[in-house]
């Protein structure tokens, strides 16, 4: 079977890997970048199905403002039996866009697909799920059952005057939520699409141009290893690189989200942190599968 990675070449940010596959996609990134509308999406997801092998390795996304790219590889993945995804990220992904689908919003979709059991987020910090923004998030496919959270320093008490305390896994420090994360797992062993977003490690691993979270690097090689129902797909994205939007409006959107600024003269520094960090997790995802 054909494992080779395949790296969606938007933003010229993932180093070089050994049997890549790169498909060219720069004339993509200003309609991609942050957000799209979903016709746009759905003319993305013709590329792929007509650029893409039948079976193929973990996908490479480039920045993490290409996160909702995840939702039409997960669409298009084939699998005998429902799979839950594990999505690695320091943010929900589950929150309100009004323009179509955007690098933070895209979770619910996948949350809404037939042959999806379940989606866990695992590792947030972000404040995106704190009772200030509580009202941002989708709340219906944490009611449902088919989202779960998995976060740290965040004050979450007001999903359970809601009624959704089922739905968020609140822990003091990394270590104790990979434990519990990893014994859930063992419990209940699946199919599993993982979704990797390297804001979820800390900056000190690598940086991303998005806020970062707690996790170490022997804390994500942690919860791929306890992954016990094999992979059916993976992708990573999280590359950090440097663009100025031509839209007026997705330049104002990304301003509100308070994106850190990329230093042009650190870049390929931390370029080359990531690129040594994805082949630790490719290493790890090839173990999992």
Same mark, same amino acid.
């Given at each position: 079977m054909n494992?080779?990675?395949? %790296?969606?070449?938007?933003?010229?940010?993932?180093?070089?890997?050994?049997?890549?596959? %790169? =498909?060219? *996609?720069?004339?993509?990134?200003?309609?991609l970048r942050f &957000?799209?509308?979903?016709? /746009?999406?759905?003319?993305?997801?013709r590329v792929l199905d007509d650029t893409l092998p039948a /079976?193929? &390795? /973990? =996908?490479? *996304? &480039?920045?993490?403002?290409?996160?909702?790219?995840s939702w039409p590889l997960i669409e298009r993945t084939r699998a005998r039996t429902p799979f839950q995804v594990v999505v690695l990220d320091n943010h929900p992904d589950n929150m #309100?866009?009004?323009?179509?689908?955007?690098?933070?919003?895209?979770?619910? @979709? %996948?949350?809404?697909?037939?042959?999806?059991?379940?989606?866990? =987020?695992? &590792?947030?910090t972000s404040g995106d799920i704190g009772r200030a923004h509580a009202w941002e998030n989708y709340l219906a496919p944490l #009611?449902?059952?088919?989202?779960?959270?998995?976060?740290?320093?965040?004050?979450?008490?007001?999903? @359970?005057?809601?009624? *959704?305390?089922?739905?968020?896994?609140?822990?003091?420090?990394?270590?104790?939520?990979?434990?519990?994360?990893?014994a859930a797992q063992r419990q209940r062993p699946l199919p599993t699409?993982?979704?990797?977003?390297?804001? %979820?490690?800390?900056?000190?691993?690598?940086? /991303?141009?998005? !806020?970062?979270g707690r996790l170490r690097l022997e804390h994500g090689l942690?919860?791929? !290893?306890?992954?016990?129902?094999? *992979?059916?797909?993976? !992708?990573?994205?999280?590359?950090?690189?440097h663009y100025r939007y031509r839209s007026w409006l997705k330049r104002r959107l990304s301003a509100i989200d308070e994106q850190p600024a990329v230093d042009p003269d650190e870049l390929a520094a931390w370029q080359a942190q990531q690129h040594a960090l994805n082949q630790r997790l490719l290493a790890a995802i090839g173990r999992a599968g």
């Open positions: 494992r080779h990675p395949v %790296v969606l070449d938007i933003d010229h940010s993932v180093g070089p890997l050994a049997d890549r596959l %790169v =498909v060219p *996609l720069e004339h993509w990134q200003e309609a &957000g799209c509308t979903l016709s /746009t999406l759905a003319r993305f997801r /079976t193929h &390795g /973990t =996908v490479l *996304l &480039g920045s993490g403002d290409f996160h909702h790219l #309100r866009y009004a323009f179509g689908v955007h690098c933070g919003s895209w979770v619910r @979709r %996948v949350a809404m697909l037939p042959q999806v059991s379940h989606v866990h =987020v695992v &590792g947030i #009611r449902k059952g088919k989202l779960s959270y998995w976060c740290m320093d965040v004050d979450v008490g007001w999903a @359970r005057r809601l009624g *959704l305390a089922q739905a968020f896994h609140r822990f003091d420090d990394p270590q104790a939520l990979v434990a519990e994360f990893r699409y993982l979704s990797i977003d390297k804001d %979820v490690f800390a900056p000190e691993v690598a940086r /991303t141009n998005w !806020d970062q942690a919860l791929i !290893d306890g992954l016990r129902g094999g *992979l059916v797909g993976s !992708d990573i994205t999280g590359e950090i690189s």
